[in-house]
């Protein structure tokens, strides 16, 4: 089983409000990781979580807040976004940092 | 920093025929390469990777891809295309020396394939 479970898969949202994105994995994988993926361009990563500490951070906005409850779940918090943001955000986990990864089939938000 | 290109935008394959994707990578040293396809509006897919050994290696759906470190590339390929193969694919390098896929993976622009019937 290589399955990473992304909700909701769709999400609208004005610029003043709170939402958050989850991500759950059950194959024990150590490594999670946020990327965001714009219409015709190869995903970006944003966020890497390694033994559920954080351990990347691509410069991202603050408006963007990661959380990775435990080493299940991972969460990206939004707050604040502005309609540039509006994007596929991919959640994506491997058993450690050197093997491959596997991607959920992302959540689809829109900003308005 | 690692960098991957791919050189072909668009690809167009009449079903049936063989198929190949480019990719040619930029790193000091021998990365870890992979190979994703992308659906419309789905999540990436792992085909295939590449860490060490033997320089062909077998994925999923019926594709291979080679690794020649001479041209630094990691072609895809397929010996006979079905018009479900039509989608995004993207090859990704991972750096070892940093760690492999600590830092995420990098990702090429993608290589669209439309398959003709």
């Known amino acids: 089983d290589t399955e990473v479970t992304q909700t909701p898969k769709h999400l609208v949202m004005g610029m003043t409000n709170k939402k958050s994105l989850k991500c759950e994995q059950h194959?024990?994988?150590?490594?999670m990781y946020w990327y965001k993926q714009k219409a015709k361009k190869p995903p970006e990563l944003m966020f890497v979580?390694?033994?559920?500490?954080?351990?990347i951070n691509e410069s991202v906005p603050s408006r963007f807040s990661p959380e990775c409850p435990n080493s299940s779940l991972l969460n990206l918090h939004l707050h604040a976004l502005q309609p540039e943001d509006s994007a596929l955000y991919l959640c994506?986990?491997?058993?450690?940092?050197?093997?491959?990864?596997?991607f959920g089939a992302g959540t689809r938000l829109s900003v308005l | 920093a690692q960098s991957v290109t791919q050189p072909d935008i668009h690809i167009t394959v009449s079903e049936g025929a063989s198929l190949e994707l480019r990719c040619n990578y930029s790193?000091?040293?021998?990365?870890?390469l992979f190979w994703y396809v992308q659906s419309p509006g789905q999540g990436l897919q792992l085909l295939l990777k590449?860490?060490?050994?033997?320089?062909l290696v077998q994925g999923i759906k019926g594709f291979e891809a080679e690794f020649k470190r001479s041209q630094s590339s990691f072609n895809l390929r397929k010996p006979s295309v079905h018009w479900s193969d039509a989608a995004e694919y993207f090859c990704?390098?991972?750096?070892?020396?940093?760690?492999?896929?600590?830092?995420?993976?990098?990702f090429g622009k993608g290589t669209h394939l439309i398959i003709q019937p």
């Open positions: 994506a986990s491997s058993q450690d940092p050197l093997r491959p990864q596997y």
């Open positions: 194959m024990g994988h150590r490594a």
């Open positions: 979580y390694s033994y559920e500490k954080l351990s």
């Open positions: 790193y000091g040293a021998t990365p870890y």
């Open positions: 590449y860490f060490s050994g033997d320089t």
């Open positions: 990704a390098v991972g750096a070892p020396e940093s760690g492999g896929g600590a830092d995420g993976l990098t």
